[in-house]
Structures are given as C-alpha cells and as structure tokens.
C-alpha cells in the first residue's frame, strides 16, 4: 500500500517569513496529492491539492510543488501570518483522487509575530 | 458548497453502552464517506470507507463488529461504536467525497466527534 512520509514533523518560523513542508510517496500510482490544515480541535480542511499532471499550482500564499519522478511534493507558505499557524497534513491518493487518501503525520506549524 | 456535518460534537458515556455517530454531506451528494480515528497530537487514520447501499470496507485491523458502519443514503452515515470501553475514546471525524456531476477532488471533512468513554 501507500506510504507518506511527512517533513519536518515542527516547524516554527517568524511572522512574514516562508513555510516549506515536505512530503514523500512510496506508490508511483498516487497521482492526486491534497493538503489539509487542522485547527486544534477543528476538522481538517482542504487548502490546496495538485494532479500529477501539473508540476506545480499556487493560490494566493500559498503554493503546492509535485516531482513525479523523485515521487515527493512540498507546500509553501510565504508571508507567513499567526493565524497560518496550525497542523498541515499531507495525502496521497489513486484513481484521479477517487481511492482512499494515505496522510502524513503532519507538521505543527508555529508562526510567531 | 461542499459542507459536511456531524452529529454530535461530543459525547461522553460509560463503559459498555454504544454510541452512535452520523455525518451528513449538506450540499451534495455522497456516495462514498470515510470514517477516521484521531489521537491526540497524531495524524487521521482511517478506519472504514462506506459506499451508499453497500457493506463498508474496514481498514485492517479495525473490528468490523465492534465499529458498525451504515450508509443508507447519499448524504448520511453513521457509526456506532458497540460496546465502547475507555480505549475507544478518541476524535472520530467522517469525510464524504463529492460523488455528484460536478465533481470536486477532495475529501471534506466534519467537524469531529470527541468521544470519551469512562
């Protein structure tokens, strides 16, 4: 099956400066890759995902990079804000995003003013 | 769009009952839901997808009697912990993905279940 493996599992940065989270995907099949932010407490929520068609997409601050053949993908966060701060958890999934999602184990991301 | 609820947000009970949880897709329809289980400070890890109409497929390791899963319709299921006992006590969180014509990638989540069994 799948597996992700999720960098670093802490990451803590100043206000204003740039967040980079890294995944690793074991399944050469996976080829839809989301990316989940959880408020303590909260349910998790979708903030940005990319196809294997595309190396790479980006919405306001925040942008997501997928290397098919190295098999990894990573977010990034610029012009970090307190309010970023939360648990980022990344997933892999088969079948254009129609199987099962396989998650990292998060990154706790601290972004202090 | 995209709104998933879950019912309730909390539940504390004692050792032996059952307890049962539902999720609702609001705004669309879902033919397929998952459950998750979440320690604290620890990643999702799914327990069940449930198809509408059909018998859920449980993760390994996750006792098919003990966590009964029904998905009756396209925008409701539940699960019901049987028999709960304190290690069951967890964050117990549905996602539903979108199974409609305009289809959107994506699992959505609810907003969790807080279980704690004394």
Not at chain 2, 24 to 32: E, P, V, Y
Not at chain 2, 57 to 79: C, M, P, R
Not at chain 2, 93 to 109: E, M, N, T, V
Request: charged share 20%; aromatic share 10%.
């Amino acid at each position: 099956g799948e597996n992700v493996e999720q960098h670093p599992s802490t990451l803590s940065v100043q206000e204003g400066d740039s967040a980079v989270i890294k995944c690793t995907y074991s399944d050469s099949a996976s080829n839809y890759f989301p990316w989940y932010k959880q408020e303590l407490g909260k349910r998790p929520q979708l903030i940005i995902d990319i196809r294997s068609n595309v190396g790479e997409k980006k919405d306001q601050r925040i942008a997501v990079t997928l290397n098919k053949t190295a098999k990894h993908f990573s977010l990034h966060i610029t012009e970090t804000q307190p309010e970023d701060s939360a648990v980022y958890f990344c997933a892999a999934s088969g079948n254009s995003g129609y199987s099962t999602l396989t998650f990292g184990k998060g990154t706790m991301l601290l972004v202090s003013p | 769009g995209a709104v998933v609820s879950q019912h309730p947000s909390w539940v504390i009970c004692k050792s032996g009952t059952s307890v049962k949880i539902e999720c609702r897709s609001l705004d669309f329809q879902a033919t397929t839901m998952f459950w998750y289980r979440q320690f604290p400070k620890q990643s999702l890890m799914l327990m069940a997808t449930s198809n509408e109409g059909s018998k859920a497929t449980y993760e390994q390791g996750v006792e098919k009697d003990k966590f009964l899963i029904n998905h009756a319709s396209l925008t409701l299921s539940t699960l019901t912990v049987t028999s709960a006992h304190p290690e069951d006590s967890s964050f117990y969180i549905c996602s539903a993905r979108d199974g409609g014509f305009g289809i959107k990638l994506g699992q959505f989540f609810g907003p969790g279940t807080r279980l704690t069994v004394l």
